[in-house]
């Protein structure tokens, strides 16, 4: 089991940067595919990026492919996204995600997939 703790949100304005970070418990977190999925308000969760526990693999939504970047450090237990160019229709709750995977090329692209989420982090993108 792992547990997820998001932090790095708060308020940007249109264009602005910020960085998330999710620091998981847990020994085997390095055997966890870790996905990234936001909620706007009145809409339902949306994944945005994915990473395979190896960090060889990552994955994105064609809404944030080019600005949002996925990344983890398993010495540190700890995955990030790093988000660029934010644009006010992406106000939303970002949550870390996590699914054990046997193969280190392994990430997963559905909410639906994951089995450990964390509380969340408030992204707010002013106009």
């Known amino acids: 089991q792992v547990q997820l703790v998001e932090s790095g949100g708060g308020l940007v304005q249109a264009g602005g940067s910020l960085k998330l970070s999710c620091a998981a418990s847990g020994r085997t977190f390095s055997r966890y595919a870790m996905g990234w999925i936001r909620q706007a308000p009145g809409k339902e969760r949306e994944f945005a990026a994915a990473?395979?526990?190896?960090?060889?693999?990552?994955y994105y939504a064609d809404s944030v492919k080019g600005r949002f970047t996925i990344s983890r450090d398993n010495t540190k237990n700890t995955v990030y996204l790093q988000m660029n160019s934010l644009k006010p229709a992406e106000t939303a709750v970002y949550y870390c995600a996590a699914k054990s995977a046997y193969s280190g090329s392994t990430y997963y692209t559905n909410r639906y997939d994951y089995d450990y989420w964390g509380q969340g982090t408030q992204v707010t993108v002013s106009s």
């Open positions: 990473v395979s526990w190896s960090a060889g693999w990552t």
